[in-house]
């Protein structure tokens, strides 16, 4: 099992000593502008220093302001370029996988979403293109109360490289059915999961065990994925990354 801990890719080489003494990979984020403003090159060389140092990575994508299943074609348009420009740049780090945001949520899709299915088609179509089989891209649930969009989907693309990253704090927050009846639905997708707790009221990203989430029920699945699956301390907060891969670490084990 792969374990990573969360890094903006503007820190990533000044964290490198950190991320040894954590003993840890990275998923490396790349904003809006980063994406813009970072060439393939610098990725590159950063890559080299991550393989030099034996840190594995894998890559966040840009989501702000971004839509793949949007309708207007100007909207997705923008949003295939900066996600084919992280694709290549995710080559060029080596990562073994890059998660996106799918941009669904009933509020503003509603009874249309079929239109956001179809949005979404033709967006993954072409990033997926651009990724090769690489690594996989996977899609990370956000507002989702139940997966079912997600795993229309994925069965879309059942033959492609397309595949699911589970954020534990968006469920606890979103979902409207049981962890257990999500998994059903979706589990046979899930590549990495995105590991941190919250009380259910906002997106508070702490270590495991400190908020709601039910993780004991998580356990029995992770145990039978075994080494299938990345596993992320999502912790906005630096000075609490060693608790949270430590916990992470302790519960997985």
Request: hydrophobic share 40%; net charge negative.
């Amino acid at each position: 099992m792969m374990f990573t801990v969360n890094a903006p890719y503007r820190l990533v080489r000044e964290r490198i000593r950190r991320l040894k003494e954590l003993d840890v990979g990275v998923e490396v984020y790349f904003d809006n502008h980063t994406i813009e403003e970072i060439d393939e090159q610098h990725g590159e060389e950063t890559g080299k220093i991550l393989r030099e140092e034996g840190i594995r990575c894998t890559v966040h994508a840009p989501f702000m302001d971004l839509s793949p299943g949007g309708v207007d074609r100007d909207v997705r348009n923008i949003t295939k370029e900066k996600l084919k420009k992280t694709m290549a740049l995710a080559n060029r780090l080596g990562a073994m996988g890059v998660v996106c945001h799918p941009g669904y949520d009933k509020w503003r899709f509603g009874e249309n979403a079929d239109l956001w299915m179809k949005g979404s088609t033709d967006t993954w179509s072409e990033v997926l293109a651009a990724a090769g089989e690489a690594f996989p891209v996977m899609l990370e649930n956000i507002f989702e109360e139940e997966p079912s969009n997600l795993a229309e989907l994925f069965k879309y693309f059942r033959t492609k490289n397309l595949y699911c990253c589970f954020d534990s704090g968006h469920f606890n927050l979103f979902s409207k059915i049981s962890l257990d009846k999500w998994l059903s639905i979706i589990g046979n997708r899930v590549k990495e999961m995105h590991l941190h707790d919250n009380h259910g009221a906002k997106d508070d990203h702490l270590p495991i065990g400190e908020g709601t989430f039910p993780f004991r029920e998580l356990k029995s699945f992770l145990k039978a994925r075994g080494d299938d699956i990345i596993v992320t301390a999502e912790i906005h907060d630096e000075s609490r990354a060693a608790e949270a891969i430590k916990n992470l670490k302790e519960y997985v084990v």
